[in-house]
């Protein structure tokens, strides 16, 4: 069975592992975001490791990374990463 089956798309799969938060709104407003912890932990230690991995061994993925870090910082540029 093919990913694409279980996750019709990229979003959903990126809110399952806990990347993104979601945006609270009501009447059309939005007040913030909600729902920290929607979605497995294991698959956030995942793709945080999977990127470390490939910041540690992709000369492309370097250069992404550096250009990364310097606006939103380390952490961020992190979390940025395991995203993409």
């Known amino acids: ?26 009447a059309g407003k939005r007040s913030g975001t909600s729902g920290a912890h929607i979605g497995q932990a294991s698959l956030t230690g995942a793709c945080s490791e999977a990127a470390v991995v490939l910041l540690r061994n992709h000369p492309a993925g370097q250069t992404y990374g550096a250009r990364l870090e310097k606006k939103p910082g380390k952490g961020k540029a992190l979390t940025i990463f395991a995203h993409h």
């Open 1 to 26: 069975m093919h990913a694409s089956v279980r996750v019709p798309r990229v979003q959903d799969w990126v809110s399952s592992c806990r990347l993104v938060t979601c945006p609270k709104a009501s």
